[in-house]
Structure formats: C-alpha cells, structure tokens
C-alpha cells in the first residue's frame, strides 16, 4: 500500500490533478472575501477589468479621474474597475452508510471524497479558502473554511465512515443557518429521498447566494441494476431485506432511477443549481474534467 | 485392468451427496447489500416455490461424473502393453536440447550435460531419430534428425559452452516445430539444462501437444560460488586539457558464500594499472574504485579481472574507452541586448553528456565559416542573418546540420529559404490579457520529448506562454507541441541529412517564463542533442547484441568493406554497402572485437567491448518440473533419462498403460460442464428464492 504523509493525501490523485489542474473553480454569484482571488467580487476595486465610469465627487482620487473623458464630455468621471476577491469553498460530504456500497472498484464515499478533495485543492490553488462538512442524518464533522484548512479537510475525508442511516433534511437545515458568507459549497451525496424533499432540503443553502454544485454519486450496479442471481436485498440505510428476482424488475428499476435524475435535473435547473451525476465506473479525471470545463464554457459574468 | 489405490473407490461414497441435494433443495439464501430499496420497495415481487427432486436426468448427470472422477483417482491401469503399444508404441522422434549458453560453463556442469546428451543418444532404439539442438539465447538444429548415433555423439562431443544468455522459449518451440513435422507418431524432447531461473519468464507461449513428452536432465548444482563483474562506470574529469578517468567497477556475489578478499585488477591496454582486494557478503554486490588515470586516445581497451571461481566467465569485463567528444554549437542573436542569449547559454554550460561547446555571436557577425564543424546552429530571436543567405544554411542542413530556430519579435525569415523552416512564420499572438497561455499538448513519441513521458518526469504545464508567433506548418511537417489553445509550439522538418526545429516562442524570459522552469535545461540539452545527432558512446555491448557497422563507419572517409576479427580470431569480410544484413555482426562471443577497413592491416582496429549477460550470473534453478508443467499444461513426473536402462519399459511406457485416468477425469470433467449449462438453464426458467 502507498503511504502518504499527510491521512488523506490519497485523494488528490495526481492523475486526476494533471487533466483538470488547468482549470479553476470559478464562483458563479459575486462572492465576498478578504484578499484578491478569481471571483468576481460585490465591490469595486483593483483589477485590470474596467466596469463603469462614475461622477467625480470630492474625496476621490484624481489619478483615477478619465482626461480624456473630460477632454470631449468637460465633466470629471473616475474610472471604476472590478474587483477580484476568494471565497470559501465548502465541500458537503454524504457519509451515510448508503454511500459506503460500491459493487467494483471504489466505494461512492471514497469516489466522493476524490471529487471533493480535487476540487479543494483547486480551490486552495486559486487562495480560496477550503471547508469540509460531513453529515448523514445529522452533522459528523465540520472543519470551517480557512486558507490552512486544506490539510484538515483530507485528514477528515481519510477518517469519513459510512455508518449511519441518512436524512437530508436535518444537517443541511442547520448547515444553511451556519453559512453567513457567500461562497461556493460542493454538496456530494446520493440522494436516496423524493426529489421534491431533496429540493427542499437544499433550497435554503442558496437562500444567500452560494454557488451551489451539486454531485449524485451513483455507483453502477445502482444505475443498471446488472443483478442476475435471485436474493434476498437488504437496504444498506434501513437493514430491511426484501427477496428480489432481479430479471423481473430491472426494466423497471432502471425506469425509475432515470425518472428520478431526470426530476432532479429539471429541479435543480430551475434553481440554478449545477447538478451533475457521477458514475463511479467512469475515471474520475474525465467526469471532473468535462464538468469543469462545462462550467468554465458556461460562466456568466456579472 | 488394475488400480493403483483403489482406496479411492470410497470416494464413491460422494454420490449420496447429489441425492441429499435434490432431496432437501432449499431455496438460494444469498442477501445483497444495496444502497437503498427505495425504488425496489414499489414493485412487487414473485414469491418462492419450494422445490422436490424432479430433474432426474440432473441428479444422473451429478452422480456420474462423481463416478467417473473418482474412478480416474484410483489409477486404472492396463497390466499388458497392447493398449499402451497401440497408443504409442514404435520408433520413436527424439529431440535433445542441450543448454550451452555461458552459465553451463560452472564447474564440469558441461561435462555433465555432454554425459547426459550421450545417455539419450545410447538409448535409442533402432527406429528412433533424434535432433540435436544446442541452444543458449537462440537455438540452432545442430544435428537433424538421424538415427545415426555415431555422428549425434560425435556433434554432442564438438558442441562448445558459447557466452550466450540462457533463453528456454526460442529452444523449446523449435524443439515442438521438430517434432511437429515429423511422421512419427511417439514423440518426445529432452532438455539437458543447469535450468537457470533467468531464462525462463513464463511469458513465452510455448505449448507441446498431449502427445509429446517432455522429459528433463538437470545438471545444477546446489551451493554454488560465483562472483561476478555485472557493470563498469567511468567518472570524467578534465585536467590540463587532458581527459581523466576513474574506474568503478560493480561486483556481485551470487553464492551461498561470502567471496572473501578477492583481487580485482583493473588492466588498460594490456598493462595492468592496479590490484585491489575486495570482500563481497553472500548475495551481496559491492563495488571498486581505482584511482585515475590519463586517457591517451581513443579505443584504449581495459578490462577488470576479479579473482577466480568454477564460472570464470563471468569474473571478467571488458570495455573500451573514448575521448568524450563536446557538441558544438553557435547562438546566434541580434545583439541588441547583451544578455538575450543568456538562459539558453547557462543551460547548455551545464552538463557532461554530452559537454556543450557554445559561442554566442550576434547575426551580423556571423560569416559562412561560422557553420562549419557545427553540430547545430541556434537562432535565438534574430533576424535571419546574412551569412545564412545564398544556400549557405541550406548545404549546411543538408550536410546533416542541427538547426534550432527559436522565435520572438525579431525573428524574420526570407522567403528564399522558406524550404528550410518547419513552416510559415505568422503573426504575434498576445496572451497577455486574461490568462496566459501554456503548454498542452507534447509529442511524447519524438525523441525530444521521450524522456518526459514518465508520469512526473517535467510539468510543462507549469511554464506561462506570455506571446508566440503563429506557425502554419505542411502536411510533411512534424509538430513536436501545442499551446492551450492548439497553436503550434514547436515543430520539425528534415532538411536533407539534417534536422530544423522552430520553437514558437522564446527561450529566455521575455515571452514565456519556461527558462525558470525546472523543465528548462533537459529542454534545451534534448532539442541540441536531438538536433546533433548525438549519440552516447557505448564502452561495451552484451552478448547477443547486434552491431551495425554501416551505422558505425558513417560520417568516415574509408566506407568500403570491413575486416571483423572475433576474441577467438575468426575474420569475417563485411561488404560496406550496408544492403540487407550485410553489415550487421551479431556479438556472440565475450572479449574485443576487432574491427578495420579492408585493405589497411597496418591499421589500427577499432575495439568493440563485449561482455557476458548479467543474468547469465545468477545460477539459481527453476524447477524443471514447473518449467515441465507449463509447456505440457499437466505436472509430469520428471525422470532423469540417463538412470533408464534402455531395455526395460521406460516411465513413459509406464505412464502410458495408465494413461485411462486421463479420460476418466476428462469425462467426468465434461459432465460437469454439462451439468453446469442443464442447471443453469434451468435455474433461469424457474423463478425462485
């Protein structure tokens, strides 16, 4: 087994690292931060970006006033330009015991740790401050946002286990009450509820401008149902078993897990939420490098 | 008919359990985690039925093939040889291979081996044929087959230990391509062997139909002491204009013993320079360093001896010894900055491997002679210099010249010698604004850039492209990289003999900070080496290597044929055309190889080093029932031939009167599988739990 120094440094895969590494992680709100970043910032400041013209009032500061404005219009204007600020960056982990199944390969809760410590450290890349809340049918761990948090956030991950039933519901309830900055929050999960409670779930964590990404981690067993052998299922969040004869109801399992992302897509479109569904058989570097880029093709300024 | 252990009739007892299973068949209890039931819970299910015995053709099937196996367990075997000889019986087609690679020369492992060799041929019958085949990394048909033992002895008795490496895969398939032809139906190969681990890989898809034995002789040794001479390395320095070297030479112990106080001599030119004494722990390597001495010219030939032992093969190692020769290089620049050229100067004053012998001068300076006995010519954000005019560039590429032309905004390019340049030179691309641009894409098959191919092996990545000129390349072009945005970043043309590169942007740091980049310096030494031809000088070659001497006599004045003289003094005439395999020598034995243009013996040769395999050092054995095992697909029982009289019924005879096992398990086999596909087929239409 390779060892790392750091618990949790197996998440940033440098092969995933070396596809998406160009890219960034951009806020898609106007975020509010302390130093310079990528993100557009509420505020005016001292970018290269020019934003507006503005009347001279007393107090401004010449070097900023367009001579050239006044040379044609003979009025004063100063010139405004962007601001470019950080944020923070949330990642919201699934850990209920669900999220533990995997049927080859890697387990969703690992493949979700992967896709939120990439997304950390691109996000700690570009100075942004990193952040890491796992819940299931309540809040497990929180590491607060911090510029030093990236370390904490993979020793967190390392130490994530899927061993409770889960609830949406409750811990993002308490998580939106938390949040008082906007910032970008990572939210990854299964999502085993009705679409309609799932959105209520999550609604109020935009209430006050976050860039909401939102990741369904599915493994593949769950998305075809290739079960061939009659057995008995037993629900990994509840321990119910139920005899299932999977020739007899695959078609109609698949149906309705396509019902179900289809509802969540249309949902989370009509909030703004950028919703994306992860398969576990599919190489992580390629799923992040096509949401990525999507997104960065997609980013509207203000 | 008898059995062998007929106590294995109680496994017949077994049967009951088919019965005991059609009789209390339950339904599969088998649970299966999964996420959630969410979407489960809302379709109904079918429920179970419970199942007596009703495939009774299943539970026959079941009890038949346990029958059947069991009965192969107990070995049947026919008491006379009428089957037996019906199978397989008359003359019998017989192919001896016999290892004579370099390891075989252990102690009287080859005495051995011959001995064995003999045996075989003594047994054989009066209809028998036999093949001899010596065999060490290839393997030849020394002997075809004949029943003449007269001559199989005496070509067993002329075979030699070569200084080939041990290859068991070339041995064995030309041994099955033998007896693949032959009419005769008992077929059989014999591998005499010391059987060293290293020659087998397991990789080597040989497999001997069912009706070939294979049968082995090995002559290893337990206990062996060997120390050997594996690799040499050599630390250049530079004093008063002369060359001096510092010998390194490794040793490895791959005995059971520790090889204690060992003289190791290290000899230049026939003189021996120095002795040291070394002590080498069992399974242990260790090195010797002598101290420097003056190289004098070239081909100077050396060898290190260290101690004796039963393979003294092996204690020896040669080479040979050359000036190292600097790559020449001009920069050109436009002079108007001092420190334009200033990076790429740096990096190409650091390195050994080659050394750089670079001038920088500007583009007004340059005259024609400056080309001359240049391995390459750097333009380094110049105008194209006058000198370069008037088909000056052009004979000088054609020649087989290196030409790095590395772009900014003083590069221009006449449209007379557009032919030189790997495309059309377009307009500044500004990546200034927004982000800056970087490197995207490498072509990691060019030699430029194989050695960036390993994972962490350079992050270009990490170099900001800041401007670059835009380059429209034709289709006869290579390009070597891409920017982010698909723009070209480097690409190459073959001039004639000699190659061009264009590098779209700068190499300092005034269009892109890659000079500061770690990925700067093996950068700039690949494109000059690539763009100089340069090859390393090999101070020895391996056994089994095969030399190009056209390759070698090129860029000489004497191209005509050559006169190879081997370490046992063969000579061999070699045509210079180079067409065909003429010109090639295949390096078959350890020593020096002498090499020289016909017609010249006052001459001095040039030297060609060749050493032994490594491997060929290490004498820990295979099993030669595993090797057995995996080119017949079954464990046959190994039997040293030689112990057989000839006259009594052989193993194999034996073998055969019991070969009914065989069938007994494969049909028993065959049921099974037939059981497998009725059950499942079964278990398919029948929905239960």
């Not at chain 2, 397991?202 to 040794?221: I, K, L, N």
């Not at chain 2, 032992?309 to 190292?324: C, E, G, R, T």
Request: aromatic letters at 8%; a neutral charge.
């Amino acid at each position: 087994m390779q060892s790392h120094a750091i618990p949790g440094a197996r998440f940033v895969d440098p092969k995933v690292l070396a596809r998406v590494g160009n890219l960034e992680l951009l806020a898609r709100n106007v975020v509010e931060g302390f130093i310079n970043g990528l993100h557009r910032a509420p505020f005016f400041g001292a970018s290269i970006d020019f934003a507006e013209h503005r009347g001279y009032v007393a107090g401004d500061d010449i070097r900023r006033v367009d001579w050239r404005l006044y040379a044609r219009t003979d009025r004063y204007y100063v010139k405004q330009y962007e601001a470019d600020t950080n944020t923070n960056v949330s990642v919201l982990l699934d850990v209920s015991r669900s999220m533990k199944f995997f049927s080859r390969g890697i387990a969703k809760l690992d493949y979700a740790c992967f896709v939120g410590a990439c997304l950390a450290y691109l996000a700690q890349r570009q100075r942004d401050r990193v952040g890491l809340i796992t819940f299931d049918n309540d809040i497990v761990s929180h590491v607060p946002p911090s510029a030093k948090h990236f370390n904490v956030v993979l020793q967190n991950m390392d130490r994530a286990k899927a061993e409770r039933a889960g609830n949406l519901a409750i811990p993002l309830h308490k998580m939106a009450e938390h949040f008082r900055r906007r910032g970008i929050l990572v939210l990854l999960s299964d999502f085993y509820e009705e679409p309609d409670t799932i959105l209520e779930a999550i609604k109020p964590l935009s209430f006050l401008g976050n860039d909401l990404i939102v990741f369904h981690v599915l493994d593949p067993a769950e998305l075809d149902f290739g079960y061939e052998d009659a057995s008995s299922f037993e629900d990994l969040e509840t321990g119910e078993q139920i005899p299932v004869v999977p020739e007899s109801l695959v078609k109609e399992y698949r149906a309705m897990i396509q019902a179900h992302i289809a509802a969540l897509t249309t949902r989370f479109s009509e909030h703004r939420i950028d919703y994306t569904v992860l398969n576990t058989a599919e190489p992580l570097d390629r799923a992040l490098f096509s949401y990525l880029s999507s997104r960065e093709r997609l980013m509207r300024v203000r | 008919m008898a059995f062998l252990t007929p106590l294995f009739f109680v496994g017949l007892a077994a049967i009951a359990i088919p019965v005991l299973v059609h009789l209390v068949q339950r339904e599969k209890k088998r649970v299966v985690e999964f996420p959630s039931l969410m979407f489960v819970r809302r379709i109904p299910y079918q429920s179970v039925r419970r199942r007596r015995i009703r495939h009774w053709a299943l539970l026959l099937l079941r009890a038949a093939a346990i029958a059947l196996i069991v009965a192969a367990f107990a070995r049947p075997f026919f008491r006379q040889g009428a089957v037996a000889a019906a199978v397989g019986g008359g003359a019998r087609e017989v192919v001896i291979l016999l290892d004579r690679s370099a390891s075989m020369g252990y102690g009287d492992h080859w005495a051995r081996a011959q001995d064995a060799a003999r045996t075989v041929v003594r047994g054989l019958g009066p209809d028998d044929r036999a093949t001899l085949v010596l065999f060490a990394r290839n393997a030849e048909e020394n002997m075809r087959a004949t029943a003449d033992r007269t001559r199989l002895e005496a070509a067993i008795g002329a075979a030699k230990v070569g200084s080939g490496a041990t290859r068991y895969g070339p041995a064995l398939k030309l041994a099955d391509s033998i007896l693949s032809r032959s009419p005769i139906k008992r077929r059989e190969a014999i591998l005499i062997s010391d059987f060293q681990r290293s020659g087998w890989s397991g990789s080597e898809e040989v497999r001997f139909p069912d009706t070939t034995t294979v049968s082995t002789v090995s002559v290893a040794s337990t206990g062996v002491a060997n120390l050997s001479v594996p690799s040499v390395t050599f630390a250049r320095a530079s004093f008063s204009g002369q060359e001096r070297i510092t010998v390194t030479a490794g040793l490895s112990n791959k005995g059971d013993s520790p090889a204690s106080n060992v003289p190791v001599t290290l000899t230049i030119d026939g003189h021996e320079i120095q002795t040291e004494r070394v002590t080498v722990a069992p399974h242990a390597s260790g090195s010797v360093s002598f101290t420097q001495f003056t190289l004098t010219g070239a081909n100077v030939r050396g060898a290190i001896r260290a101690g004796t032992d039963p393979l003294p093969a092996d204690n020896n190692f040669h080479f040979v010894l050359a000036p190292s020769q600097p790559v020449s290089l001009v920069v050109v620049d436009n002079g108007d900055r001092g420190d334009s050229s200033l990076f790429l100067a740096k990096a190409l004053g650091i390195g050994s491997t080659p050394a750089f012998q670079v001038d920088v001068t500007s583009a007004s300076r340059l005259t024609p002679a400056s080309f001359d006995k240049r391995a390459v010519v750097v333009f380094n954000n110049t105008s194209f210099p006058p000198a370069g005019g008037g088909n000056g560039l052009k004979r000088y590429l054609e020649n087989g010249g290196g030409l790095l032309v590395v772009t900014g905004d003083h590069t221009t390019w006449p449209q007379g010698e557009a032919q030189l340049l790997p495309g059309r030179l377009g307009a500044t691309v500004d990546r200034t604004s927004g982000r800056s641009g970087s490197l995207g894409y490498l072509d990691y098959s060019h030699p430029v850039f194989e050695v960036f191919k390993a994972p962490r092996s350079g992050d270009f990545s990490a170099a900001h492209v800041f401007r670059y000129r835009t380059l429209q390349t034709e289709p006869t072009d290579r390009i070597l990289a891409r920017f982010d945005d698909g723009a070209i970043a480097a690409a190459e043309r073959k001039v004639g003999a000699g190659r061009a590169i264009v590098w779209t942007s700068t190499l300092d740091d005034s269009w892109t900070d890659i000079a500061v980049k770690p990925v700067f310096l093996p950068l700039v030494h690949q494109l000059v080496r690539y763009l100089a031809h340069y090859e390393p000088t090999t101070s020895w070659f391996t056994v089994g290597q095969v030399l190009d001497l056209t390759a070698r006599a090129k860029g000489r004045a004497d191209r005509g044929d050559r006169i190879v003289i081997t370490p046992a003094g063969e000579r061999l005439t070699h045509a210079g055309s180079g067409e065909g395999n003429e010109g090639l020598i295949e390096l078959e034995e350890q020593g020096i190889y002498e090499v020289r243009p016909a017609g010249t013996p006052a001459a001095r040769p040039e030297a060609i080093a060749v050493n032994l395999d490594p491997a060929e050092s290490d004498l820990t054995a295979i099993d030669p029932r595993e090797l057995v095992a995996a080119v017949t697909g079954h464990a046959t029982p190994v039997e040293v031939q030689q112990q057989a009289p000839p006259q009594e019924m052989t193993r194999e005879e034996s073998e055969r009167r019991q070969a009914l096992w065989w069938y007994l398990l494969l049909g028993g086999l065959l049921l099974l599988a037939a059981e497998t596909v009725i059950s499942n087929r079964l278990s398919k239409t029948e929905r239960f739990l």
